[in-house]
């Protein structure tokens, strides 16, 4: 069993920057990668960028150049800088941890993130 909680959202004006946070807890050993979604109304979630246990980094063709993942070194908290936003960037923002050895998959709250002037 994993938790997470997501953490950093807000307002922010178009060219503005946030950092949003996930801390995990728990069975966190067991976590293979972790990453970030984002969900509009009627939209499908979708995903901007995830890390490896390892360190290894995807990132979603909108993301790259905006966005940068990383994770602490203890690993159970995982960051999402975000640069340049713009006002199509304004969504929920969710975390995800996915399991090691089952594929099963844990999901934060969400944050929520408006880019508006």
């Known amino acids: 069993q994993v938790q997470l909680v997501e953490s950093g959202g807000g307002l922010v004006h178009p060219g503005g920057s946030l950092r949003l946070s996930c801390a995990a807890s728990?069975?966190?050993?067991?976590?293979?990668?972790m990453g970030w979604y984002r969900q509009t109304p009627g939209e499908e979630r979708e995903l901007i960028a995830s890390i490896s246990h390892v360190g290894s980094t995807n990132y979603a063709v909108f993301a790259k150049g905006r966005f940068t993942i990383s994770r602490d070194n203890a690993g159970n908290t995982v960051y999402l800088q975000m640069n340049s936003l713009r006002p199509e960037d304004t969504a929920v923002y969710y975390c995800?941890?996915?399991?090691?050895?089952?594929?099963?998959?844990?999901w934060g709250q969400g944050t929520h993130v408006t880019v508006s002037s």
């Open positions: 728990g069975n966190i050993f067991s976590i293979s990668a």
């Open positions: 995800r941890a996915t399991m090691r050895w089952t594929g099963g998959t844990y």
